[in-house]
């Protein structure tokens, strides 16, 4: 009998590390099931997005599963202003959800399981849905930086538990009625580029984007330069998006980009084609808004651009990692981002990597984003987030 695999994806960027994980895991004669899971409301044509994105033959089965919970109307409730009652209701219906959505995914885990490995982000559906598989082991997927917030310093492995017993009675007590499992952490890899900072008793697989690689390899490069989006405007209530445009003209103008060599790549479902063409009209720019991961963009052009900008993104390092240094990889640093806590990680966390070399280029010159003013600033960070910054301005 031929060995199973399972790789449960949730958007785009996580189907490229299902990629990435097959080609670097998986035996010729292995079977590689395909699992998309994600909600059947969302406001960013996700499913859409995803049938045009994955390409069937590349698997034995692909399965769709789509779940209640998650959706736009749960995910959104933190940003909106609501009474206490309202928000219990909405928490206790997400919990119910939830249950909902384990006993279909327990009837869907039956024909597959048991597999050899689960290749699975750390989001608490597919996390489950992992461990009904009754894999030999669960591969983690994350390039993010952010997953080491999760590592418990106690137990030195990934805990969501810890999280949860520090919300309020309601929360925990809900978590443990939905029946969501957590898979053997003794038994849990993960797959990350950033493998050189985290200290955790998981087992590190590199993700060196070998699949990718393979098909860059013998690519040249051209005159284009792209300007990888990190909508701040959208991330930091407050931040306009005119102050944004300006900072990137300052990035364009310190790298002397010259005229018709931009090329602006949209952040998929954060972004409006409106704002997109006002972007693309004030910087005199073209824009490539296909609905697929940047790293996929590059890989899809006949030649290589020679240079990707973006104030901070993971896409920075896939892409590095990618073509092997092959493109210069600029940070656009704002003075600004000096003031939060997760932008200094993760720069500290791609300048202490020896496997990589990712330029910071400092935009003195930039317009202010978040106009923090002189008499609050101070040295190191002021706020954990933007939504930190978005707390303390109300």
Known sequence: MKNRNAYIVKDSKTYLYAEEAKFKLADEDDLNILFVVIPRVTNSRLKERMEELISPEEWDKVCWILTHSNGTDFLEMKHRKMNELTRNFKKV???????????????????????KFAVSTHKNTH?????????????????????????????????????????????????????????????????????????????????????????????KTNDLVFWISTPIYQMASGVEIGDYIEYIRASVELKQIGPGQLVYVPHPGKQTD????????????????????????????????????????????????????????????????????IWLDWRKSVEENSGLNIEFMEVESSVPLFH???????????????????????
């Open 93 to 115: 219906r997400e919990y119910f959800y939830h249950f909902i959505d384990n006993v279909r995914m327990k009837r869907r885990a039956r024909k597959y399981r048991p597999c």
């Open 127 to 219: 996390e489950n849905l992992a461990a009904l598989l009754q894999p030999e082991e669960l591969v983690l997927v994350d390039s993010g930086h952010r997953v080491f917030s999760r590592i418990s310093k106690k137990s030195g492995f990934i805990d969501y538990s810890e999280r949860v017993m520090r919300r309020s009675r309601l929360d925990r007590i809900l978590f443990r009625l939905s029946g969501f499992k957590v898979y053997n952490r003794k038994k849990t890899s993960l797959f990350t580029i950033y493998g050189d900072e985290i200290e955790t008793r998981h087992r590190i697989i590199r993700n060196e984007f070998d699949r990718q690689q393979h098909k860059l390899k013998s690519k």
């Open 274 to 341: 409106e704002e997109i063409q006002l972007i693309s009209e004030r910087l005199s720019c073209k824009v490539d808004q296909r609905d697929i991961p940047v790293e996929m963009k590059v890989a899809s052009y006949e030649d290589l651009p020679r240079m990707c900008i973006s104030p901070f993104s993971s896409a920075l390092v896939n892409i590095y990692k990618a073509t092997e240094g092959k493109i210069p990889q600029v940070s656009a640093w704002h003075p600004e981002f000096n003031y939060f806590k």
């Open 372 to 394: 923090i003013k002189p008499g609050e600033r101070r040295q190191g960070p002021l706020y954990e987030t933007f939504k930190d910054w978005e707390r303390q301005r109300q």
